[in-house]
C-alpha cells in the first residue's frame, strides 16, 4: 500500500516538474526582452537596440516550425516558437514608433532656426515594397515589417512543400534553423561596435540571455529534442560564456 502511495506521490511530482518545465521553456525565452522592452519605452531610445536580433529570431522560429512538419519534436517548443515570434513582432513595432518619433523630432529641432511649421516637417518614408537594399530592416512602418515576414515565411512554406519528402532538405531546414538562431548575438555585438558603446543595451537582457541557453540546452538533453536542438544550445551557451 505504502509502495502504491508512493508511486502515485512521485507521478504527480513528475508531471509537476514537467508542467513547470514546459510553461519555463515556452515562455522563459522571452523574459529577456521585457527588461529591454521597459528600458526603450522609459528611454524612448532604441538605438542601442538591434532590431536585426528581433530578424534573427522570426527567421529562425519560423524555420523551426517548418522544421516541425518534416521531423516531429516537442509540442512546448513549437509554443516556444510562435510566443517569441509574437514577442519579436511587439519588440519591433516599438522600436519602429521610437525610432520615428526621434527623427522628427531631430527633424523638428532641425527646422527651429526657421519659421517651418510642423505640418511641413515630413520624415522621408522607407517602404518595404520600393525594394530598396539599402533600408533593408530599416522600414518607416511596422506593416512594412509584417509584410517582409509575411513574404519570408510564404516563400520558405512554399519550398518546404515541395520538398518536404526530401529527408536531406527537412535536416537541412532543421540545421539552419537552429544555427541561425545560435547567431543571435552578433547583430548586438555589431551594434555595440557601431555605436562604440553598450548604452542602451539592457545588462539584463544579456544575463539572462546565458541562464536561459542554459537550461534550454538541458530540456533540450532531457527530452531527447532533435539533435539539432541541443547542438544550438551548446553553441548559444558556449557563446554566452
Do not use: H
Not at 108 to 122: C, G, Q, W, Y
Amino acid at each position: 500500500m505504502d509502495e502504491v502511495i508512493l508511486d502515485q506521490i512521485l507521478y504527480v511530482a513528475q508531471q509537476v516538474v514537467s508542467w513547470i518545465a514546459s510553461f519555463a521553456i515556452i515562455f522563459g525565452g522571452v523574459v529577456p526582452y521585457i527588461p529591454q522592452y521597459r528600458d526603450i519605452r522609459r528611454t524612448q531610445n532604441a538605438e542601442g537596440f538591434s532590431t536585426y536580433v528581433c530578424l534573427v529570431l522570426l527567421v529562425a522560429n519560423i524555420l523551426r516550425i517548418l522544421f516541425r512538419f518534416g521531423r516531429y519534436f516537442e509540442t512546448p517548443l513549437l509554443w516556444q516558437s510562435i510566443i517569441m515570434i509574437i514577442t519579436m513582432l511587439i519588440m519591433l513595432n516599438l522600436c519602429t514608433s521610437v525610432r520615428m518619433a526621434t527623427e522628427l523630432n531631430t527633424k523638428r529641432r532641425s527646422f527651429t532656426a526657421t519659421d517651418s511649421k510642423d505640418e511641413e516637417i515630413k520624415v522621408p518614408k522607407r517602404l518595404f515594397l520600393d525594394f530598396d537594399w539599402n533600408y533593408f530592416w530599416s522600414w518607416s512602418r511596422f506593416v512594412d515589417y509584417l509584410q517582409c515576414v509575411l513574404a519570408f515565411t510564404v516563400l520558405a512554406a512554399y519550398v518546404t512543400y515541395l520538398l518536404l519528402d526530401s529527408v536531406l532538405f527537412v535536416e537541412s531546414l532543421g540545421f539552419l534553423a537552429v544555427f541561425t538562431e545560435a547567431m543571435l548575438g552578433t547583430p548586438q555585438l555589431y551594434c555595440n561596435y557601431q555605436n562604440k558603446s553598450t548604452e542602451g543595451m539592457s545588462i539584463k537582457m544579456v544575463l539572462m540571455w546565458t541562464s536561459g541557453d542554459t537550461f534550454k540546452t538541458g530540456y533540450f538533453l532531457l527530452t531527447q529534442a532533435p539533435m539539432q536542438f541541443w547542438i544550438c544550445g551548446l553553441l548559444q551557451t558556449l557563446r554566452m560564456t
